[in-house]
């Protein structure tokens, strides 16, 4: 990326030119290195300006700061692109950037699983070309930026996930994005304390939807809840997928082991297989699929890149923690994706025995209590030998699934993470599989050391 270009596309001012050329952006001055444009962003608890100095002696060609910013003598005579806003002038970049690049660019959203469905999706389109997406979980105000802006000059495809917490958070993501098609991967109460319901999650997310160009095309699940809302804010094509209606553009069927059978119109049936378990995994594959054949793989190719797919980290991921096998689904969660996992592990084989563990969904507000006495009487009374809660409102799920049936003396409620650190590892027996699944800020993976220890 020229400089000259860069700084017009930020509206910025260059102190200095740099002296090597503009290959990538970064706002981690860890992650700084030659050719990187650090971007100091201002966040509730820190200041990436404190930062910029840290990042030229990691190897960053030049920085953007704001206009403003008196930089320390160490860094006052290098290349500083001077802006009125590093955060504002990064959603500039990026913006000028998408409308520069020329793949095939697919927006991936939804409540649970998003990130799933966008590895999914990448891995079977890489089978019909380069195919650039979004690394890790990178899909919010700063993350979706900073992938479109790492979107390679060769790729034939894209896949960007976008997520949300909050009202009018779509916006700045679709404006950048643009996509050329977009898929849903489902639509549930995560972040409802934000949003109230249910149905305010849908018309946020259905933002993206609206950002698809007509000619275009958006992958729904059929019957996900508020889909009426995603539906209406399609000005593109509509392509269904289900894993119940056979009226449906993409029909699914579970199968054993991680096997959807899919069904498309006269086409042969094919194959699918990833080894993710659960009918919440089946349908993100089934969109998946239909998401790359639409965007122009063919079945073979989609196939040929499915074999590609690595799940991502800490999403039903299966290891070994000494003599106990443990389940580590801790990424994140809430009620949808909670009510998934469990569901799932009751259908999962384990001759052992089960043990759930679970966190804290966090984000639910008022109605943290109801919705996780919910989970507890949908799902907690299953085929495990013992239920465990960890952090304050899991206590509600432990009542839910009691009043649902469960034994009381087969539950047991820690305070912390720590807590369930120094107990749970006298309470799992050698053999059992043990399911761990809560919100990312309760931190449950840590509980892997703690058993291996």
């Known amino acids: 990326m020229k400089a000259e270009l860069l700084a017009r596309w930020a509206g910025g001012d260059w102190s200095a030119l740099p002296t090597f050329p503009l290959t990538r952006v970064t706002q981690d001055s860890r992650?700084?290195?030659?050719?990187?444009?650090?971007?100091?962003?201002?966040?509730?608890?820190?200041?990436?300006?404190?930062f910029v100095s840290a990042a030229f002696k990691a190897g960053a060609t030049a920085a953007m700061v704001r206009a403003d910013w008196a930089p320390p003598a160490e860094v006052a005579a290098l290349p500083l692109?001077?802006?009125?806003?590093p955060a504002a002038a990064l959603l500039a970049l990026a913006k000028h950037r998408r409308a520069a690049l020329k793949p095939f660019v697919c927006g991936v959203t939804g409540s649970a699983g998003k990130t799933t469905l966008k590895e999914l999706a990448a891995a079977m389109l890489s089978g019909a070309g380069p195919t650039a997406a979004t690394p890790g979980n990178y899909n919010n105000e700063v993350g979706l930026p900073l992938s479109v802006l790492a979107i390679p000059e060769d790729a034939r495809f894209a896949v960007i996930e976008a997520g949300i917490s909050h009202p009018g958070d779509m916006d700045p993501l679709a404006d950048i994005l643009r996509p050329n098609a977009a898929a849903v991967s489902s639509i549930g109460p995560a972040h409802i304390a934000s949003f109230g319901t249910v149905e305010a999650i849908a018309e946020e997310k259905a933002k993206l939807l609206a950002a698809v160009r007509p000619k275009g095309f958006a992958v729904l699940p059929l019957g996900v809840p508020g889909e009426a809302a995603l539906r209406?804010?399609?000005?593109?094509?509509?392509?269904?997928?289900?894993?119940?209606?056979?009226?449906?553009?993409y029909v699914g069927e579970p199968l054993a082991r991680g096997v959807v059978r899919v069904r498309h119109g006269d086409e042969p049936a094919v194959l699918l297989e990833t080894g993710l378990c659960g009918e919440h995994n089946a349908?993100?594959?089934?969109?998946?699929?239909?998401?790359?054949?639409?965007?122009g793989a063919t079945a073979g190719q989609a196939?040929?890149?499915?074999?590609?797919?690595?799940?991502?980290?800490?999403?039903w991921e299966a290891l070994e923690a000494g003599p106990v096998r443990v389940i580590n689904d801790a990424y994140n969660a809430n009620p949808l994706s909670m009510r998934a996992a469990l569901e799932t592990f009751a259908g999962t084989e384990a001759p052992g025995g089960k043990v759930v563990c679970v966190g804290d969904m966090l984000e639910l507000g008022d109605a943290s209590d109801a919705q996780h006495r919910a989970v507890g009487e949908a799902s907690g009374n299953g085929p495990w030998r013992l239920l465990a809660g960890v952090g304050p409102a899991a206590r509600a799920l432990l009542e839910g699934a009691v009043k649902a049936g469960y034994p009381p003396s087969k539950t047991v409620w820690f305070a912390t993470v720590g807590e369930a650190a120094e107990a749970l590892p006298l309470l799992v027996r050698p053999g059992e599989t043990l399911l761990l699944k809560?919100?990312?800020?309760?931190?449950?993976?840590?509980?892997?050391?703690?058993?291996?220890?």
């Open 283 to 295: 349908s993100n594959v089934l969109v998946a699929y239909a998401l790359a054949r639409e965007a």
């Open 438 to 453: 809560g919100s990312r800020g309760m931190r449950l993976e840590t509980l892997i050391g703690a058993l291996r220890r």
């Open 303 to 315: 196939l040929a890149g499915l074999a590609t797919f690595k799940a991502p980290p800490m999403r």
């Open 31 to 50: 992650a700084a290195c030659l050719g990187a444009l650090y971007v100091a962003l201002k966040g509730p608890n820190h200041d990436g300006h404190d």
């Open 232 to 249: 209406a804010a399609c000005r593109c094509r509509v392509v269904t997928a289900s894993l119940s209606d056979p009226a449906a553009d």
């Open 81 to 85: 692109l001077r802006v009125a806003d």
